[in-house]
């Protein structure tokens, strides 16, 4: 049932204030946070929590925003942390944001104002149909919008504000914690995880309202580096083995109708080529696998090993370097021995008046990393769609729900302590 608590809402206010500022983030910069334009949010942030009555909110050198909510309760009760991230997708510009809102919604496909070649189409984004009589917030179709996670960044502030404004909700410690560079893969590299000092997380950076994430991809990359053999191309018959051609042949010898991100859905992994460089003596194919068990990717990564060796069987005096590095690990391994993160967060959903409903990701969060960190940290719906596009939305109603889900979760650990 839907809570009796009397909400108020300042998430789209603050939404639209933070969409403005570019925070993209850059895989080539080696910085960190990776694009100091960054910390123009951050810096926001740390001031507008102060500004509420968190003494002890600022922004780190690294781009990290931490702030606490103080107990307001006798009982002693475990420490929880609300993330999101504050960079947004380098895949599509995030300058320049120039956001709209439709206001009751009525339903059919969505002409972006700035380019009308944008259009959000009900058929590409069914969660739509959920939305009929809500407002839906989108970019003009000339940058993506920023929903993720800057919709997650928006409700952390909201409830936070909501939870000091309204003391009679008891409460134990909250953190709050705003990341750099999750878009890259390096949100919680510099996280100060003692002064940070959280027992259990929630990242809000999940799609449809009343999702619970506790499963993702394990995740690792692997790299084939191939030395071929090097001659004078008029002089070259029976003795050039050419590096290219080499690595060409082990890509056009991976599975075609299974095994890529574009052939498997649901539970299933893939082997994903993302980037081929190199000359004639030597080349490079970057690879990501992923896979939601363990096995999984040790089985991917047999089969393209198993690839590079039949292929390189015809070119007897080249060689090649195969090596795997890990990325992140399935939170469910971590999640599922704190069964409680979950179940209050189930309960906390139910009590913002939606139907809640666990969910894998065919990804990563920043919880993923933060789990095995030794923060168990499930990802709670923050209600962006189609993000990394120029036809990225979320509906103002949404938002809110995710405010209420948060200062539920907040009260139910303390209830539950």
Not at 40 to 68: M, P, Q, S
Not at 232 to 258: N, Q, S
Not at 307 to 316: A, H, K, N, S, T
Not at 383 to 406: C, K, L, N, P, Y
Request: charged letters at 25%; a negative charge.
């Amino acid at each position: 049932m839907p809570s009796p608590l009397q909400f108020t809402y300042g998430v789209t206010e603050r939404f639209l204030r933070y969409v403005v500022i570019d925070t993209q983030s850059d895989p080539a910069s080696l910085t960190c946070p990776s694009t100091a334009k960054q910390k123009d949010l951050g810096a926001l942030l740390a001031r507008e929590l102060r500004d509420i009555g968190l003494a002890d909110a600022h922004l780190d050198e690294h781009g990290y925003v931490y702030a606490t909510i103080p107990a307001n309760t006798e009982k002693s009760v475990p420490v929880i942390c609300f993330c999101s991230h504050m960079d947004t997708s380098p895949d599509c510009s995030g300058a320049n944001v120039k956001p709209q809102i439709i206001h009751n919604y009525q339903g059919g496909d969505i002409v972006l104002p700035g380019d009308p070649a944008q259009v959000i189409r009900v058929a590409d984004n069914p969660a739509l149909t959920t939305q009929i009589g809500n407002d839906i917030v989108t970019s003009d179709g000339t940058t993506l919008l920023g929903a993720d996670n800057k919709a997650g960044v928006a409700e952390i502030m909201d409830a936070a504000q909501f939870l000091l404004a309204n003391p009679q909700l008891k409460h134990g410690p909250i953190k709050i914690l705003f990341t750099p560079d999750e878009e890259i893969g390096r949100g919680v590299d510099k996280v100060d995880m003692q002064k940070l000092g959280a027992e259990f997380g929630y990242t809000i950076d999940g799609e449809s309202a009343g999702h619970l994430e506790d499963e993702t991809f394990s995740a690792d990359a692997a790299t084939v580096t191939i030395t071929g053999v090097s001659a004078h191309p008029g002089f070259a018959k029976g003795k050039m083995e050419h590096a290219i051609k080499i690595a060409a042949r082990i890509v056009e010898r991976l599975p075609r109708d299974t095994c890529s991100p574009e052939t498997t859905e649901g539970k299933e992994g893939f082997l994903h080529p993302v980037g081929i460089s190199g000359s004639l003596e030597s080349a490079t194919i970057d690879f990501i696998v992923r896979d939601f068990a363990d096995q999984g990717l040790r089985g991917k990564e047999q089969l393209l090993e198993t690839i590079v060796m039949d292929v390189m069987r015809d070119f007897p005096r080249s060689t090649y370097r195969f090596e795997v590095k890990p990325q992140y690990r399935n939170m469910k391994q971590v999640i599922d021995r704190h069964p409680a993160v979950v179940d209050n967060a189930i309960e906390a959903i139910r009590r913002a008046g939606l139907q809640p409903q666990r969910t894998s990701i065919r990804g990563g969060t920043d919880g993923s990393r933060l789990s095995f960190m030794g923060l168990p940290c499930p990802n709670i719906f923050a209600g962006e769609h189609a993000f990394h596009s120029r036809t990225e939305w979320v509906s103002v109603q949404d938002m809110q729900a995710a405010v209420r889900t948060i200062v539920h979760l907040a009260t139910i650990w303390e209830e539950r302590a």
